[in-house]
């Protein structure tokens, strides 16, 4: 797909004035920590800017420093709270210069830049991020791992006034009880003492408070699916379902929607470390698609929040290019069977053939059904056998996972299992009886199905998924499926063309980065497992705004996808929401307590 051109670059003014607050604030810092920077040709400009005033300069450019390097972020963001933090925080500046050096220049600095900020205040609109208790605990990890650094930078940039030759452990003691406001072992000549020991405290002091405050602030906690938006994406599904085969993952409960003003089409996105992520295509009618980009893009515009898209198709990339000016670039390919083209006849597919018969010889035999069709006590049997298998501590998939089984609004959803009777030799039968494997499927139209999640004991024979994906295939003409989606194959054109005889050496190197890759990613075995089936390659693409964001979108599509996972600690959780019932699962649940 031809990549389009760039859309227009944001505002400049926020950058450009969180670039003088990072610049003032490393200045600051400097001047903080360094004694000979004080007698610089670079301190005559440090000496003008908020944050060296008076006797307790060194304290005051090290905690204003601080300060301004964690504002700079939100300026650059344009969020209205840095806005106006660096509003208070600048006049407050000024009438510290004026009051501990009597410095013209120290004032009128200070005003300026809060003029700049006064003149274009309507650039600074962002509204908060989707925020926890989590925020807190990182803020006091990295402000306290950074004030740990400075101190040591503090305790020794003043050799000749220190009074013996203390070891390291040493300096670093002294500088966990000065950040605390204590004495610590080390001592200096002259006034140097009081100095280290005000700088040590003021780090201390600008860490708890910014702890404290991220503590106490109010949560905003990450939108959700309501139970209306769930009710408008079915029946936008109903109509317009069999367009994209990642249509039914848009239910997912964890993620936001915004619908186009007509409300015929609707994106549904998740947002994770300042990444408003979209999986596949909208929903809805293909002519509604340009009112539900716009609003996507007008809800990110509003946080600042970057905006990108993971796995959409090729005619999604081509209308969200064309009405963002956002680039899009080639991320793999979806393996889709058509069920008439299969069959385990042949040599290509000797290898699934020999396997599946191997398997049913060992006394497996398979069960291909609806939801809707399985009894309460299978079907609870089935989820907490998925659950148990799983593998991970949390359950992976964003763009190509439901995140649950058996829900009863899903009951179109397809179920493959696996069983196979223990022998009177094994002893007493497992924890979910005879049941080894399941596959998970859900809706791709009304002549589809789109795979989910894969599943079995560790117990069972290999070659369960192979078992499981032949039983659907064949059993898909009596239930009117005549397409199945398989797994995603990342980076599968580059893996394809690479170990192919004349390809070059970057496409080598290429492809044995990926091969390597796969070692924790699972990208070359994907691929292969795949290909077993034969299936035709459909390419999904990742849309974004600029090359320098791909860095950052990649890390919120793995934390999305649950690759990377940052769990806090206990005390400090938020409970997660139970599941909300639909009418349906709550009658059933009131009759069984009747």
């Known amino acids: 797909m031809r990549r389009a051109a760039r859309g227009p670059r944001p505002e400049a003014v926020p950058t450009l004035i969180a670039r003088a607050c990072l610049l003032v604030g490393l200045l600051d810092i400097a001047a903080g920590a360094f004694p000979r920077f004080r007698h610089s040709r670079m301190h005559t400009l440090a000496e003008v800017l908020p944050g060296t005033l008076g006797p307790f300069a060194a304290a005051l450019a090290l905690s204003s420093g601080v300060l301004l390097l964690l504002l700079a972020h939100g300026l650059r963001r344009r969020k209205r709270r840095a806005w106006r933090a660096a509003v208070v925080l600048l006049p ?55 004030s740990i650094l400075i101190g040591l930078l503090i305790v020794s940039t003043h050799p000749r006034r220190l009074v013996g030759d203390p070891s390291l452990a040493d300096r670093l003691q002294h500088v966990l009880y000065g950040l605390f406001g204590l004495d610590g072992p080390l001592d200096y000549t002259g006034s140097t003492s009081r100095t280290v020991a005000v700088s040590l405290g003021a780090l201390g002091m600008v860490t708890a408070l910014t702890t404290v405050y991220f503590t106490f602030r109010p949560e905003h906690p990450a939108a959700r699916l309501t139970q209306d938006d ?19 993952f848009a239910l997912r409960r964890d993620k936001g929607v915004v619908f186009s003003p007509s409300g015929k089409a609707a994106v549904c996105y998740r947002v994770v470390s300042g990444v408003m992520l979209a999986s596949g295509d909208p929903i809805g009618d293909v002519e509604a698609w340009p009112g539900a980009i716009e609003r996507f893009m007008d809800e990110a515009r509003a946080h600042s929040w970057t905006p990108a898209v993971m796995g959409c198709s090729e005619t999604g990339g081509e209308v969200w290019t064309r009405e963002t000016g956002l680039d899009a670039l080639e991320l793999g390919d979806e393996a889709v069977v058509d069920v008439a083209d299969f069959s385990l006849t042949g040599r290509a597919m000797r290898n699934v053939r020999q396997m599946v018969k191997r398997i049913e010889r060992a006394g497996y035999e398979t069960r291909v059904r609806r939801i809707h069709d399985l009894g309460p006590g299978e079907l609870d049997r089935i989820r907490r056998a998925a659950d148990d298998w799983r593998g991970t501590d949390t359950e992976r998939g964003f763009s190509m996972a439901l995140g649950r089984i058996g829900d009863a609004a899903d009951g179109d959803c397809l179920i ?28 791709w139209g009304g ?61 080598r190197a290429w492809r044995g980065l990926l091969v390597f890759l796969s070692r924790w990613f ?17 390419p999904r693409f990742v849309v974004y705004r600029s090359s320098k964001d791909l860095p950052r979108i990649g890390w919120a599509a793995m934390r999305a996808e649950g690759f990377v996972h940052l769990r806090m600690p206990g005390v400090l959780r938020r409970r997660a929401p139970q599941p909300r019932p639909c009418a349906h699962t709550r009658r059933e649940e009131e009759a069984h307590a009747a």
């Open 522 to 538: 699972q990208i070359e075995s994907l691929y292969r497992f795949n290909a077993k089936f034969r299936p035709r390659w459909e």
């Open 92 to 146: 407050i500046g000024a009438c510290a210069q004026f009051a501990y050096r009597h410095s013209f220049a120290g004032v009128v600095i200070p005003l300026l830049l809060l003029w700049l900020l006064a003149k274009h205040r309507a650039q600074f609109d962002a509204l908060p991020d989707p925020r926890s208790r989590w925020r807190a605990l990182a803020n006091f990890v990295v402000m306290g791992a950074g």
């Open 447 to 507: 002549t589809g199905v789109s795979l989910d999640l894969m599943r079995r004991d560790r117990t069972a024979d290999p070659g369960m998924n192979e078992l499981l994906i032949v039983a659907a295939l064949q059993a898909a003409p009596k239930l009117g499926i005549s397409h199945v989606s398989l797994n995603f194959a990342m980076f599968r054109s580059a893996l394809a063309r690479g170990e192919k005889i004349g390809a070059g050496p970057v496409l």
């Open 416 to 443: 493959a299992t696996a069983h196979k009777s223990d022998s009177p030799s094994s002893g007493a039968p497992g924890p979910y009886g005879d049941l080894k494997a399941v596959l998970h499927f859900v809706p």
């Open 230 to 248: 769930e009710s408008r994406l079915r029946a936008l599904l109903d109509r317009h379902g069999a367009r994209d085969s990642l249509g039914h």
